[in-house]
């Protein structure tokens, strides 16, 4: 992995209000037109930065909630579905509070949909990766939900007998799982989620065809007849409806569950292939295989093989989330004392991995604060910490004899004279070989309910 012959370097810290955690950090992965877009939440407002093709973190946007008792525990890039949309990059960010999860076009900067529904605050959102207008929310009460921001129709609810009895902190999607897809035996929604009741479950739509491609023919505001607004038509090319609510599908049974994995809370869980990373507040992040349950729509698996573990250390407190890169190359998780472990991984084959240690860890004498997420570029160059007290971190790879890649660029090799003060005249208030960003312009746009 050629990427991995240098070492990474401190590049830009950018500070935000002190007073509120960066819990979440999302780089785009499903516009590549906008791949050097990161996005943060902290409190009530959500974040828009570039990346900078020399090291720097430059701030876009900023959406605040009207209610400043809001706080935003996670977000995700995604995308609509309908032709026109398709290419403009929307925010999901999720209310850890309210429990709404607010759908933001970052083009027209206005919320495009509000999805509501959960009992409680939401932990975790993710987009599906073949089909990112599909959304997945883990919550307080219990319940996994999947939406269809299209539609704004809630298509299927994850909970019940066989459920999560406590908080659920983190769902992702199957990746290569295509729930359009017509072959036989096909066409589901595959997700795994992790709870604070310890336990890591697998779900899936299986029992309910064509339920993901009716929710694109819903549509809000329909007149009784089924007709849509003048000048409208139902997105994904879907029948028109009458404006009556979706029938929502109620999933109460996983494929597979087990609370023997780990012994504590599951804040993090990730798909690598068929197999599973999963981590809690143990030291260490745990690579599993699922044992999945038969054909029958009641059977669940609880039996599971570990493949490996990736030991960890200072980190033993929950809602600490590790990050996959997009190609499951490479993983990252940081700690409680401001460090960020890398690792070099075999792929997203299902098998054994090369390395259980790290590959390398980045630490900074001023980045002491706890690290609650981190991510990562596909080639595994760019790394981002988002921190305790506002603060969020880039690391570039730099290779030997060389200048480290950069978004849309490469990296220019940064003199001593530099690194001290960048050509804005910026001071890097000691903070060694990279910038300090505080109170970058850009526009902040208030959310209102």
Request: hydrophobic share 35%.
């Amino acid at each position: 992995m050629r990427y991995n012959e240098g070492r990474y370097k401190l590049s830009c810290v950018v500070r935000q209000d002190p007073a509120d955690h960066v819990y979440c950090c999302a780089l785009n992965t499903v516009h590549l037109a906008h791949a050097d877009k990161l996005a943060t939440t902290a409190g009530p407002r959500a974040y828009v930065y570039r990346l900078t093709p020399d090291g720097g973190v430059k701030l876009m946007q900023c959406y605040v909630d009207e209610d400043d008792e809001e706080d935003y525990f996670a977000c995700c890039w995604c995308a609509s579905a309908v032709p026109e949309r398709s290419g403009r990059p929307m925010l999901a960010v999720a209310g850890g509070y309210k429990g709404v999860v607010r759908v933001i076009d970052c083009v027209s900067r206005v919320v495009k949909v509000n999805l509501r529904g959960h009992g409680g605050g939401v932990n975790d959102v993710k987009a599906h990766p073949l089909r990112p207008h599909l959304l997945l929310t883990a919550s307080k009460d219990e319940s996994c939900r999947l939406w269809n921001l299209d539609s704004g129709a809630c298509v299927a609810v994850f909970a019940g007998e066989f459920g999560h009895r406590n908080e659920v902190l983190s769902v992702d999607f199957k990746p290569g799982v295509d729930p359009y897809d017509d072959a036989p035996g096909a066409g589901d929604v595959v997700f795994v989620s992790g709870a604070m009741d310890n336990q890591i479950k697998v779900w899936s739509t299986r029992g309910y065809p064509g339920l993901v491609r009716r929710s694109d023919g819903w549509r809000k505001g329909s007149t009784a007849s089924g007709d849509s607004p003048p000048g409208e038509s139902p997105p994904g090319g879907g029948e028109k409806t009458a404006n009556i609510a979706f029938p929502t599908a109620h999933v109460q049974t996983p494929t597979f569950s087990s609370h023997k994995v780990h012994g504590n809370y599951v804040d993090c869980v990730r798909w690598f292939g068929d197999l599973v990373l999963s981590k809690s507040v143990e030291n260490v992040v745990t690579l599993f295989q699922p044992r999945l349950g038969g054909v029958g729509d009641l059977v669940t698996g609880s039996g599971f093989r570990k493949v490996q573990d990736f030991p960890l250390r200072k980190c033993d407190i929950w809602f600490m989330r590790f990050a996959l890169a997009p190609d499951a190359t490479h993983m990252c998780c940081g700690n409680t004392a401001g460090e960020v472990f890398v690792w070099r991984m075999g792929g997203g084959g299902g098998g054994h991995t090369a390395h259980t240690t790290a590959s390398a860890t980045l630490a900074h004498k001023r980045c002491v604060k706890a690290v609650r997420q981190t991510a990562m570029t596909a080639d595994g160059r760019i790394v981002i910490a988002a921190c305790d007290e506002g603060t969020v971190w880039r690391w570039d790879l730099v290779d030997a004899g060389a200048g480290g890649g950069s978004v849309g660029g490469e990296k220019r090799a940064r003199t001593e004279k530099d690194d001290a003060t960048d050509e804005k005249g910026r001071g890097d208030e000691g903070v060694d070989g990279g910038d300090v960003v505080t109170g970058a312009s850009g526009d902040t746009i208030e959310i209102l309910d």
